[in-house]
């Protein structure tokens, strides 16, 4: 499988990643999202999975919102400096398969510094990123489905309604390509 992997935590930025994901499938068809706390099966393997769909992914879209860095264990430490973290453990797999990462920022939130991250995810600072604000929200969001729909192969690329279909509805061009979007919720109850 390839597509978009999205990796966020759930107590900084859930709700801005399920609009954003709603949007995605909007544009890519709901079929090629994918989302762990709903598409995998009762008794799955997540970690396996998650590990799966990071190392098949083509782009992996960490969505980064005011807390995401300071995010605490409760016990005074900061969860991404815990190798076990999830949004980590999905950085730092992307990093190793070479899986680009688009930081996607949230208002005002900064792009992490190399000082402020593990050494094992420390490229995430040199990453191009882009902003999502809360008052151009919608633009924002159109903005980088237009940017990743962009940056598809054409044999991949969703054809735009109308263009193979006489009424609405989203289509896939060339080859029976297809694009599969990931959603991973980083949630504390799930170490």
Known sequence: MTGFFLSYRTDDSVHATMVISERLALHFGRSAVFRDQ???APGAIYPRKIR???RSS???LAIIGPHWLSAGD???HRRIDDPRDWVRTE???AFEHDVPVIPVLLDETPLPRQNQLPHDI???SLSNYWRI???TFAADVDGLVHRLDAALPASTAPVLAGELEPAGGVAYAGGGGSRTIYLSETDASRR
């Open 38 to 40: 709903d598409s995998l």
């Open 52 to 54: 799966a769909a990071v």
């Open 58 to 60: 083509d782009q992996m």
């Open 74 to 76: 409760g016990r005074g």
């Open 91 to 93: 950085l730092r797999l």
């Open 122 to 124: 420390r490229l995430l």
């Open 133 to 135: 604000r809360h008052q």
